[in-house]
């Protein structure tokens, strides 16, 4: 067995992980604050990066687009939160999640509508010129050579900034007032209203950061797959992440992420000639976290539920 | 042939597949047919002649609400030759002892627990021999051998002919023994006498098997027993039995009967229940639907007067469209044709909308002793005042005193011997007059003309029906006894006046904090004011009180058909009538609830 | 009187933390049990053992001769329990006699194809087992809510539909998680009603979780207190009363 | 007479555009007193409470009639966080504890309006000195501790706004009598402190008991209002409410199913 | 002001459970149907193609995903997958089975069956996973359907542009055509048949809901611990909505394919299906048969009505991508705007319009 190759893969599925994880904290960071499963965090990727493209191709420098796009997304992000989230405060579950899903269309919809359907490429490369990176074409594979394995210099960018992104957010929850605040609204919601947490605020906020994380998250994922209509359905791999992680969880994200990064890789090396066939990780992921789910079925870090009755 | 067994017996070999009788229970309308009507009534005159020896002459007192067992015990008894006494469901104590002892009953016919629990506590000063319950419902450790189950006595019963026993039965015989509430007189009442009656009136409005009716009442009420179940009886139309007390309305609109009977009290409760619904709807609906009533009310005076034109039929097809056939459809009113009301009369602005909404009110009067009817009013009558012209065979005069005598080949007896008969002329102990067209009109009680101080006389029912008129007020008291004028006692009713103040967004909390308030104490006001206008000066009412509390029913404030029963009233509010006399503006009363309440005297 | 239910040594614990230690006690065959405590007593967690919702980490109930381990709700209600809860666990989007129609699910024996066919069998037991219901209805007196869909009843009538829903199935032993609870007098008299006929007239062994003393001491044959999982207190309504352990623990100064 | 903290004029309130809860709702709450609301689940209290405290919305209910005054101020388009601000604040029903926050997390939340943390941290004193058997626990998780601490944490995590009025929604739920005695000398003890209650409660004897005025709610409606020591006397309170009749107190065994039965159309 | 019930009382309790209690809708149904089988299959053939046979075969799908979600609480994304199992069920079916034993409707009854079983087969997670958890199954049933489909040629004939057009033989079941003189390739006939198979199972769907199954079902969805405890058996009444459900989006697949395009087509049955149907099923309301129906006309239609509203008034001036995009949106916001407003959808909407009517102007 080539080892090399093996660790090659386990590293390559470590940072497509990273990826998906990107994807996922957008996801936790909503449900764990207001018990909303978003279904549109999919759409929100798309909209932010073609926002950001159509931009760019437009002749607006990189930094101004993106200072643009993030605060297009605050503002979408806090739109939300007025005009479909406060009014079904409240609802069960089944119609917030609906409604997320009525938003993912409307925003498939609108962004297309108000850029367009193409495809784009995105280079960041183009733009990116910061001495802390080669200036050459950065993103490129490179060898390092004390090992002797390939890692796309991009896929060190991605886990850097999601490293980065989850230090932050640790911090913020656990030392911040705001924190304590949302912590307490993912508790009880009633009960944060009634001790004088302006919980809309609050929402509002969440909405506006996982707007921005979805900018983040879309421009990287962009720069991979490029940005059009695919971009959603790529994105759909980070629900199975996000439920082996327990839905409530950020280092679930993580480690969600991770595992399906590197199971998919594993999978499609050693499982896709069993199967007789090729592209056989359009399922794949869904497969391992069907069966993870079956033996722990409120995901890896989600909180038991003792039913009360 | 004409005895209340024999009618079941012709219906079943006449029709004995038509619908006798449907009670709705669990659910559904369980339908017997004349034929089953007829089985079950002669299985229980095995039962009831074997087990409680019911035989000719046997005094059997049937108390509970209308069910099927109760309902074929009637005829069962009767075929045996037994008399029924008939008891209301909610009797009191006292009352049921007084009804027992004075007809001397042998046997107690009761519906469940709740009549079997009032029977016993005063088991010991009557001569009941046998009880018979229906319902057996939460007795089962009850250890009296008085108790018998309806249901054994049934099980050990064989059902046989008793075609002979009915045409045996004479139709001179003693039905009925029939309560009178307001009289506290027991009345007996033949067979002949009362079929006579119904058969009358079911001539005069062309009733027939096809008709239906829903008895929601129960048949201790003297016109109730005449109107619906003899009624049905001699035609052979379907009687319904509602499920519950609590779904009477849902059932009515349900069976959606085409004949109605009710004592004012209930026609008064759909009005209120309208204008309850109204109040709390939306401004728009709210103003476009006071302008369709107004709009209605247009049409019906012109159509009265004989002079709508067609403009006038489209707009009415519209309006009763839109806006009232839906309340007509709430209440089961769509397919009503004959609408009997009995005790009284509803007031002109009642009695007109009924008319205009195509639900032919017929006012009627008559009481125990006169098998429950001695006039009724023909189909289409425009006049709200009267209660129409005598049934045939039956004469009425107006004496001297303004007092109405009757003459009636349908005549009850009082039970202790006691004649009120003067030649053949019955007092019934009401005032009233006659109109030109030769039809009755009552104005009230003898018992409870008022005398003010300057001489005059009246009966204060005639303006204590104005005043009520109103849908925010439930009832009235009229006093003025040795005084210089009227006064009344108001008494809102909570649902309507609880929607009006809400839509006028007015501070309250509850029923004598609303009837304290200046607002409403104005809309009476008003009301009062233009009841006035149509009053001659010496019987306007000046003043009012609105009284804290509805009027009780176990205190004996109003009658099983929520009429006023002034003698309890003066007893228990004291208070109200003496501050009345001294002139006060302010005063306390001493409630029966041994509470005080402080209320204000308003002149008008 | 033989015992229906033995609740013999249970102790329940959730992740760590004790529910209920080491409690027994016994339910003769056509009593009205009561059992009282505190909030977090581990009254209702001991209700949940009894029909299975929890598996107890140590301990057995013997019902009705059968001792078990664990049983599962299901099994548990074939067997004839039939329960209400806490906080009314009614079908919401259902009307209250479809609610009560579920509790009849166990005698419906025709296939999903029939029903869906509405041919034969179905449409039979559809109809019979609706006369079974409507004699709940006219039991409970809400005839007039038949059809109302039970999110819109309030509270007190949602209980009692609750109860009806337990009482069609016809079963041999009724578990009542506080029936009374957040009801007025003339509810609570309603109810006390209810559940004294269902005892002694349908003969129906009955277990009732309660907080309102009045009632406790006014229906119940037998009364267990329990207090913070542990039981402190076993036997007939004044024994309980007068026992210095639940003066104590639970009741404060004596009533 | 004195000022009246909180004015409900004739409120009306709707869940979900249909289903009406509330049908005129009128009470006072003068400012020093502790004033009880009292009536069966479903009847309306919590209804009112969460009306005043504006938590309404958050169940999809609104206010469709009347108004709701507190200083003269018409609050009822005021959101929950200025509410809280201005000194009103809720105890909700069930308490309702942040069950993964601590306890000392759980009453800090309640200081969020606060600016100056230094204040908060005296306050947090001031909370363990009224609710000693909490301040033992002030490390474990809420979720962890008893019905009744629990309803001191909620209590305590109000205090924490200072505010002038609390409203106090059925704190004796489920908890045992001798508890519930406890939670009220509290309440008492911090009326005295100036702080107003506005309390609903199913316990009316407990409710009137400590209270200096009642409120009875029936149905959506306030059917009754007076000083509490006279509703304790009220033979109709007595019979309805505290189950003593004029006999003295009927067994529940002696009741029949057909006690309320009703004749028709009445 | 329409309805009137007053008179209308039930003697038993099978009249207590009919579907159309009331005489008046009584007469509407009977009119209804004379409409739909006596009047549209003599409209144009473009009427049938372009609006009625695909809208049926939408709304049987439709049907389908409501038991499964609208009923009994299981959310599904996988509708387009089982629609694809019943498609090439049918397909396969019809191709290798001798024509004497097997016809179309017969093949599309098997098809829904086979859809059924491979909807248990996904299923049976749900017996331990809840909620949201169980996307992950109806996903994983989605994609491994279509690759599954996809990655074996042989369900196609060895087609390899992944297209199969129907071989007009495929329609001519027991010779029937030639009996009846019709043609029974074209839309009329196919028309006849998708109706009838859709209001067959309509009834059944109703049926289902009316009775213990239907109970069962919601009980689950409402209160899975309360069912569980009057003793329903959770997992079983679970995997019978899959069942169930997955049947009817197997016969819509099979009806989509062979009345509707008249070829086998795996591009179809991707994602956007599954989420196309799912927004019927929201719009038209949840756990209410005819709100699906209502639903699918709606999706279906409007993308429909919006081009031919800019063909006539604007010229052509939407594109296709434009109307696509126009529709998503209108799709969103109608179903965030229906979820505030009235959460039980058009079905919803219907019921209170109806009630309103009723007692207007009275409020209640």
């Known amino acids: 067995m080539d080892w090399v190759y093996l660790i090659e893969v386990l590293v390559g599925g470590l940072m497509s992980g990273v990826m998906y994880s990107l994807v996922a904290i957008g996801f936790v960071l909503i449900y764990k604050s207001s018990g909303i499963f978003n279904f549109?965090?999919?759409?929100?990727?798309?909209?932010?990066?073609?926002?950001?493209?159509?931009?760019?191709?437009?002749?607006?420098?990189?930094?101004?687009?993106?200072?643009?796009?993030?605060?297009?997304?605050?503002?979408?992000?806090?739109?939300?939160?007025?005009?479909?989230?406060?009014?079904?405060?409240?609802?069960?579950?089944?119609?917030?999640?609906?409604?997320?899903?009525?938003?993912?269309?409307?925003?498939?919809?609108?962004?297309?509508?108000?850029?367009?359907?193409?495809?784009?490429?995105?280079?960041?490369?183009?733009?990116?010129?910061?001495?802390?990176?080669?200036?050459?074409?950065?993103?490129?594979?490179?060898?390092?050579?004390?090992?002797?394995?390939?890692?796309?210099?991009?896929?060190?960018?991605?886990?850097?900034?999601?490293?980065?992104?989850?230090?932050?957010?640790?911090?913020?929850?656990?030392?911040?007032?705001?924190?304590?605040?949302l912590r307490a609204v993912s508790d009880d919601h009633m009960a944060a209203m009634a001790v004088g947490i302006p919980l809309q605020t609050v929402w509002a906020v969440v909405w506006a950061v996982t707007g921005v994380i979805a900018l983040v998250a879309g421009l990287l994922w962009a720069e991979r797959v490029s940005v059009s209509f695919t971009l959603i359905e790529a994105v759909m791999k980070a629900l199975p992440v996000i439920l082996i992680g327990g839905l409530t969880s950020i280092p679930g994200a993580i480690v969600g992420g991770l595992v399906i990064g590197v199971g998919e890789k594993l999978g499609e090396i050693y499982l896709a000639d069993v199967f007789g066939g090729q592209g056989i990780e359009l399922w794949f992921a869904y497969f391992m976290a069907l069966i993870f789910l079956i033996f722990r079925p409120q995901g890896m870090f989600g909180e038991k539920l003792i039913e009360r009755v | 042939m004409a005895t209340i067994p024999g009618l079941v017996l012709s219906n079943k070999q006449k029709s004995p597949d038509a619908v006798a009788l449907r009670y709705k229970q669990l659910g559904i309308w369980n339908t017997y047919?004349?034929?089953?009507?007829?089985?079950?009534?002669?299985?229980?005159?095995?039962a009831y002649n074997k087990s409680l020896s019911v035989s000719k002459g046997t005094v059997v007192a049937v108390y509970g609400n209308n069910v099927p067992k109760l309902i074929f015990s009637i005829a069962a008894v009767q075929t045996l030759g037994g008399i029924v006494a008939l008891i209301h469901p909610e009797s009191t104590e006292g009352e049921l002892k007084t009804i027992l002892n004075n007809s001397n009953a042998e046997i107690l016919i009761a519906e469940d627990q709740q009549q079997v629990d009032t029977f016993l506590k005063v088991e010991s000063e009557c001569n009941v021999k046998k009880i018979v319950y229906l319902d057996g419902r939460g007795m089962a450790t009850y250890d009296n051998s008085k108790l018998n189950s309806y249901d054994n006595l049934v099980s050990e019963a064989k059902n046989e002919s008793i075609d002979s026993m009915i045409s045996g039965?004479?139709?001179?015989?003693?039905?009925?023994?029939?309560?009178?509430?307001?009289?506290?007189?027991?009345?007996?009442?033949?067979?002949?006498?009362?079929?006579?009656?119904?058969?009358?009136?079911?001539?005069?409005?062309?009733?027939?098997?096809?008709?239906?009716?829903?008895?929601?009442?129960?048949?201790?009420?003297?016109?109730?027993?005449?109107?619906?179940?003899?009624?049905?009886?001699?035609?052979?139309m379907s009687f319904n039995l509602p499920e519950s007390n609590q779904t009477i309305e849902k059932d009515l609109q349900e069976i959606g009967p085409s004949i109605l009977y009710a004592p004012s009290f209930v026609y008064k409760h759909i009005i209120t229940s309208i204008s309850y619904r109204i109040e709390s709807a939306t401004q728009s609906n709210y103003d476009r639907y006071m302008n369709h009533y107004k709009k209605l009310m247009n049409i019906y005076e012109k159509e009265v007067s004989g002079n709508k034109s067609l403009i006038d039929s489209i707009q009415k097809v519209w309006v009763m469209l839109t806006t009232f056939a839906p309340a007509k459809n709430v209440f089961g009113l769509t397919n009503i044709k004959h609408a009997f009301v009995s005790d009284g009369v509803l007031s002109k602005v009642n009695f007109d909308f009924f008319h205009a909404i195509g639900v032919e009110i017929q006012h009627s009067f008559g009481q125990a002793i006169s098998c429950g009817c001695i006039s009724v009013q023909p189909?289409?009558?425009?006049?709200?005042?009267n209660v129409g012209a005598p049934l045939s065979g039956t004469e009425i005069k107006v004496n001297e005193n303004s007092e109405v005598l009757f003459k009636t080949d349908c005549l009850g007896e009082n039970l202790s011997g006691e004649a009120n008969v003067d030649n053949g002329w019955v007092n019934s102990g009401y005032v009233g007059s006659m109109d030109n067209s030769g039809n009755v009109i009552i104005d009230g009680r003898t018992e409870d003309i008022v005398t003010l101080k300057s001489g005059k006389k009246f009966s204060p029912e005639s303006i204590e029906n104005l005043v009520s008129c109103s849908p925010f007020i439930k009832s009235t008291v009229i006093i003025g006894e040795n005084q210089d004028s009227n006064s009344a006692i108001v008494i809102i009713d909570p649902n309507s006046v609880n929607s009006w103040a809400d839509r006028k967004n007015i501070r309250y909390t509850g029923y004598a904090e609303l009837a304290a308030k200046e607002e409403v104490r104005d809309l009476i006001k008003d009301h009062i004011k233009c009841v006035n206008e149509t009053l001659d000066d010496h019987l306007k009412v000046k003043r009012f009180v609105i009284l804290h509390r509805t009027l009780i029913m176990t205190a004996g404030e109003v009658s099983k058909t929520m009429e006023v029963m002034r003698k309890n009233i003066t007893t228990n509010l004291n208070d109200v009538f003496s501050a009345f006399e001294k002139n006060e503006s302010k005063f306390t009363v001493n409630d029966i609830d041994q509470l005080t309440y402080d209320l204000k005297v308003n002149e008008i | 009187m033989t015992d229906i239910l033995k609740v013999e040594n249970v102790t329940l614990t959730f992740g760590g933390v004790k529910a209920i230690t080491d409690i027994s006690f016994?339910?003769?065959?056509?009593?009205?049990?009561?059992?009282?405590?505190?909030?977090?007593?581990?009254?209702?967690?001991?209700?949940?053992?009894?029909?299975?919702?929890?598996?107890?980490?140590?301990?057995?109930?013997?019902?009705?001769?059968?001792?078990?381990?664990?049983?599962?709700?299901?099994?548990?209600?074939?067997?004839?329990?039939?329960?209400?809860?806490?906080?009314?666990?009614?079908?919401?989007?259902?009307?209250?006699?479809?609610?009560?129609?579920?509790?009849?699910?166990?005698?419906m024996k025709s296939s999903w194809l029939e029903q869906g066919l509405n041919i034969g069998r179905a449409r039979k037991e559809e109809k019979e087992n609706r006369l079974a219901v409507e004699k709940v209805i006219k039991f409970l007196q809400i005839e007039s809510i038949r059809k109302?869909?039970?999110?819109?009843?309030?509270?007190?009538?949602?209980?009692?539909?609750?109860?009806?829903?337990?009482?069609?199935?016809?079963?041999?032993?009724?578990?009542?998680?506080?029936?009374?609870?957040?009801?007025?007098?003339?509810?609570?008299?309603?109810?006390?009603?209810?559940?004294?006929?269902?005892?002694?007239?349908?003969?129906?062994?009955?277990?009732?979780?309660?907080?309102d003393m009045g009632v406790v001491m006014d229906i119940s044959d037998h009364v267990v207190v329990l207090d913070y999982g542990k039981k402190i207190g076993d036997g007939t309504p004044s024994e309980v009363m007068s026992n210095q352990d639940v003066i104590d623990a639970y009741l404060g100064v004596s009533h | 007479m004195s000022k009246s903290l909180l004015k409900v004029n004739n409120i009306e309130v709707v869940y979900n555009h249909v289903i009406l809860a509330l049908r005129g709702v009128t009470l006072d709450v003068e400012e020093g007193k502790v004033v009880s609301l009292l009536g069966a689940n479903g009847s309306g209290k919590t209804t009112t409470l969460k009306a005043c405290s504006n938590l309404l919305h958050a169940e999809r209910g609104a206010i469709t009639k009347g108004s709701i005054e507190y200083n003269d101020n018409d609050i009822s388009k005021t959101d929950a966080y200025n509410l809280v601000k201005d000194g009103v604040v809720q105890v909700l029903e069930g308490r309702h504890c942040f069950s993964h926050l601590t306890v000392e997390e759980n009453i800090m939340t309640g200081s969020f309006i606060r600016e100056n943390p230094k204040e908060a941290k005296q306050d947090l004193e001031r909370v363990y000195d009224h609710f000693e058997r909490i301040r033992i626990r002030k490390k474990s998780l809420a979720g962890f501790t008893s019905g009744g601490e629990q309803q001191m944490i909620a209590m305590g995590r109000a205090l924490m706004s200072r505010p002038k009025l609390i409203l106090l929604d059925e704190p004796s739920m489920g908890l045992a009598p001798q508890l519930v005695e406890e939670i009220f000398a509290i309440v008492k003890n911090l009326n005295k402190e100036g702080v107003s209650f506005l309390i609903a409660e199913q316990n009316a004897m407990v409710a009137l008991k400590y209270a200096d005025d009642g409120y009875i709610i029936e149905n959506g409606r306030v059917i009754l209002k007076g000083k509490a020591s006279e509703l304790l006397e009220r033979p109709d309170v007595k019979e309805m409410y505290l189950g003593v009749g004029a006999e003295g107190k009927t067994s529940f065994r002696d009741i029949k199913y057909y006690h309320r039965r009703k004749p028709s159309f009445s | 002001m329409i309805y009137r019930e007053t008179g209308n009382f039930v003697t038993n309790y099978f009249k207590d459970r009919e579907i159309f209690p009331l005489k008046f809708d009584k007469i509407i149904v009977i009119i209804g149907l004379l409409f739909l089988y006596l009047y549209v299959p003599t409209t144009s053939e473009y009427t049938l193609s372009a609006h009625v046979v695909p809208i049926l075969a939408v709304g049987l799908a439709t049907v389908g995903l409501n038991i499964l979600t609208g009923l009994t609480g299981q959310l599904s994304l996988g509708t387009a997958g089982f629609m694809c199992v019943g498609a090439f069920s049918t397909y396969n079916l019809m191709l290798r089975i001798p024509e004497d034993f097997m016809s179309l409707p017969v093949a599309l009854l098997f098809s829904g069956i086979f859809a059924g079983l491979v909807g248990v087969i996904f299923g049976l997670p749900a017996i331990r996973i809840k909620g949201f958890y169980l996307l992950v199954s109806t996903l994983a049933a989605q994609y491994f359907v279509w690759w599954f489909f996809n990655s074996y040629a042989w369900f196609l004939n060895y087609e390899t542009s992944g297209v199969v057009a129907i071989p007009p033989k495929m329609y001519d079941y027991w010779g029937l055509g030639n009996l009846l003189g019709i043609d029974m390739q074209g839309y009329p006939a196919r028309y006849v048949l998708a109706l009838t198979v859709c209001l067959a199972l309509t009834y059944f769907a109703k049926n289902l809901l009316r009775s213990n199954t239907g109970r069962n079902f919601m009980s689950v969805r409402d209160r899975d611990i309360a069912a569980s405890v009057m003793g329903i058996s959770v997992p079983r009444t679970k995997l019978l909505a899959f069942f169930v459900s997955c049947f009817y989006c197997g016969v819509a697949g099979g009806l989509y394919s062979f009345c509707y395009i008249g070829n086998v087509d795996l591009?179809?049955?991707?994602?956007?299906?599954?989420?196309?149907?799912?927004?019927?099923?929201?719009?038209?309301?949840?756990?209410?048969?005819?709100?699906?129906?209502?639903?699918?006309?709606?999706?279906?239609?409007?993308?429909?009505?919006?081009?031919?509203?800019?063909?006539?008034?604007?010229?052509?001036?939407?594109?296709?991508?434009?109307?696509?995009?126009?529709?998503?949106?209108?799709?969103?916001?109608?179903?965030?705007?229906?979820?505030?407003?009235?959460?039980?959808?058009?079905?919803?909407?219907?019921?209170?319009?109806?009630?309103?009517?009723?007692?207007?102007?009275?409020?209640?």
Request: hydrophobic share 45%; charged share 15%.
């Open chain 3, 148 to 211: 109302t869909p039970v999110s819109k009843l309030p509270y007190g009538l949602q209980k009692r539909v609750e109860l009806g829903r337990a009482l069609v199935a016809e079963p041999k032993i009724l578990l009542l998680d506080e029936p009374m609870a957040g009801m007025n007098l003339e509810e609570k008299a309603d109810m006390s009603c209810f559940i004294l006929e269902i005892n002694k007239e349908q003969g129906i062994t009955t277990v009732m979780i309660e907080h």
């Open chain 2, 169 to 236: 039965l004479s139709d001179n015989e003693v039905a009925f023994y029939l309560f009178d509430e307001h009289e506290d007189k027991i009345y007996k009442v033949s067979h002949e006498a009362i079929i006579k009656n119904s058969t009358k009136i079911s001539e005069l409005n062309k009733l027939s098997q096809n008709d239906s009716i829903v008895s929601y009442l129960p048949l201790s009420i003297p016109t109730n027993l005449l109107f619906t179940y003899i009624t049905s009886l001699v035609c052979g």
């Open chain 2, 379 to 385: 189909d289409h009558s425009v006049s709200s005042e």
């Open chain 1, 40 to 181: 549109a965090q999919g759409t929100m990727l798309l909209f932010a990066s073609l926002t950001f493209v159509k931009m760019t191709e437009n002749g607006i420098d990189f930094w101004t687009s993106l200072f643009i796009a993030a605060g297009i997304m605050v503002i979408f992000g806090i739109a939300t939160e007025r005009y479909v989230i406060r009014p079904l405060a409240n609802q069960d579950l089944l119609a917030l999640f609906m409604a997320t899903v009525g938003l993912a269309t409307f925003q498939e919809g609108f962004s297309q509508f108000v850029w367009d359907s193409d495809v784009h490429g995105l280079q960041m490369s183009k733009f990116l010129d910061i001495g802390l990176l080669d200036p050459a074409p950065i993103f490129m594979s490179d060898h390092i050579p004390w090992l002797d394995i390939l890692i796309p210099k991009f896929d060190i960018f991605a886990s850097l900034v999601a490293g980065s992104l989850i230090v932050v957010l640790a911090f913020f929850f656990q030392k911040t007032k705001t924190g304590l605040s």
């Open chain 3, 26 to 107: 016994n339910v003769r065959e056509g009593e009205i049990c009561a059992v009282i405590g505190p909030n977090g007593a581990g009254k209702s967690s001991m209700l949940n053992v009894i029909n299975g919702v929890y598996l107890p980490q140590i301990g057995t109930v013997t019902y009705d001769g059968v001792e078990r381990r664990t049983i599962n709700p299901r099994d548990a209600a074939i067997a004839g329990m039939a329960r209400t809860f806490q906080n009314i666990a009614l079908f919401q989007g259902m009307t209250v006699l479809e609610n009560i129609m579920t509790g009849r699910n166990l005698f």
């Open chain 2, 33 to 46: 047919t004349w034929n089953d009507y007829y089985n079950e009534v002669s299985v229980l005159v095995d």
């Open chain 5, 267 to 364: 591009m179809i049955y991707e994602i956007d299906r599954s989420f196309t149907i799912l927004f019927m099923l929201i719009i038209g309301g949840l756990g209410s048969i005819s709100g699906s129906w209502l639903g699918a006309i709606f999706v279906y239609e409007f993308p429909i009505v919006f081009t031919w509203v800019g063909d006539t008034i604007f010229q052509g001036a939407f594109n296709t991508a434009v109307v696509e995009n126009v529709s998503n949106m209108v799709y969103g916001v109608f179903i965030i705007a229906l979820l505030i407003r009235e959460p039980g959808g058009f079905a919803a909407l219907w019921a209170t319009t109806k009630q309103k009517l009723r007692m207007w102007p009275y409020p209640h």
